[in-house]
Nanobody
């Protein structure tokens, strides 16, 4: 019911771009806010961005907003995370998650999680 499947991660060089995909079930895509989080080794899970079912967006910080873009494709039931000008510090496992209510930036607000996709940025 709340299945989320991420894809698109990989090994890239600093300055490259990647687009991550998060495919959701129809109900989840239609009713839930979809968020992106990332977790680097030895660090806590970090909020990246989120988009609501109505298309509203929230980014963690201006620095991410300048390089990351979240979007939704209703036909494909997919939420994308376009990442440009990647830096080595962007290296992490990226997760998408679905939730209703609460603060978008808090992981506890999300009830469904994908398995994650690894992004590695070399210098």
């Amino acid at each position: 019911q709340g299945q989320l499947v991420e894809s698109g991660g990989g090994l890239v060089q600093a300055g490259d771009s990647l687009r991550l995909s998060c495919v959701a079930s129809e109900r989840t895509f239609r009713l839930y806010t979809i968020g992106w989080f990332r977790q680097a080794p030895g660090k806590e899970r970090e909020f990246v961005t989120a988009t609501s079912s109505s298309g509203s967006r929230l980014y963690n910080a201006d620095s991410m907003k300048a390089r990351f873009t979240v979007s939704r494709d209703s036909g494909k039931k997919t939420v994308y995370l376009q990442m440009d000008s990647l830096k080595p510090e962007d290296t992490a496992i990226y997760y998408c998650a679905a939730g209703q209510g609460g603060r978008w930036s808090q992981a506890l607000s999300y009830v469904y999680w994908g398995q994650g996709t690894q992004v590695t940025v070399s210098s």
